[in-house]
Every structure is written in structure tokens, then in C-alpha cells.
Nanobody, 121 residues
Framework: VQLVESGGGLVQPGGSLRLSCAAS????????MSWGRQAPGKERELLAT????????IYPDSVKGRFTISRDNVKNTVYLQMNSLKPEDSAVYFC???????????????WGQGTQVTVSS
């Protein structure tokens, strides 16, 4: 399982970013894909999951209505669209792949190396 995140960077508060996670080495279309993040000194937090069926779930109230997860099974890529970004969204963002559950925890599946997102003026 290989997962390579991209699309992070520095953005002003209120701005948007779209993160991408390119997957290889496994049958992407049958895996459930997730995004999580980890800020310095904090535990990793699961943000969203999109099942192999395409059904998506956003977990924390802090990002509901602002973040959207999607996938492209032709490109073997999962995306996280982030709008109305806030300084507290600053973290390293990771993608995750697991074939077993549509409600994973941070201990399930495989994680990529992450991409840094910094929200600051």
C-alpha cells in the first residue's frame, strides 16, 4: 500500500485548499479511504471517510459544512476539499486506506506520509 498526499501549503484564513492522495499497490476501488490530521502536540484526528461505495462521512463537527471528501476510482485518488479554512485547521494531513470497515479509527489501515497545511495571515 502506497499513499502519497499533496496539495498542502500556506493559505490565509477563509481560503480553500484541495488535498490529493494518490494510491497505488492495492485494489483502490474496494478500499475505504479516509483523511485525518495531526497538529503539534495533539493526537491524530480522523476527519472523513469515503467508502468503496462512494458514501462519505465527515466526523468532527469542527469541519462539517467546510470539508468534503471524494474519490476517483479511475485515477486511484482521494481528495479532501477544504473551504473556509481557519488557523486551527493547521496540521499535517494524512490519508488512510483500509479494506475492512467504513467506520475506521486512527489505528486501522495504512497511512501516508502527510502534507502540511498552514492557515495564517
Amino acid at each position: 500500500v502506497q499513499l502519497v498526499e499533496s496539495g498542502g501549503g500556506l493559505v490565509q484564513p477563509g481560503g480553500s485548499l484541495r488535498l490529493s492522495c494518490a494510491a497505488s499497490g492495492f485494489a483502490f476501488s474496494i478500499y475505504h479511504m479516509s483523511w485525518g490530521r495531526q497538529a503539534p502536540g495533539k493526537e491524530r484526528e480522523l476527519l472523513a471517510t469515503i467508502a468503496s461505495t462512494g458514501v462519505s462521512t465527515i466526523y468532527p463537527d469542527s469541519v462539517k459544512g467546510r470539508f468534503t471528501i471524494s474519490r476517483d476510482n479511475v485515477k486511484n485518488t482521494v481528495y479532501l476539499q477544504m473551504n473556509s479554512l481557519k488557523p486551527e485547521d493547521s496540521a499535517v494531513y494524512f490519508c488512510n486506506a483500509n479494506p475492512y470497515t467504513t467506520t475506521p479509527t486512527v489505528h486501522d489501515g495504512n497511512w501516508g506520509q502527510g502534507t502540511q497545511v498552514t492557515v495564517s495571515s
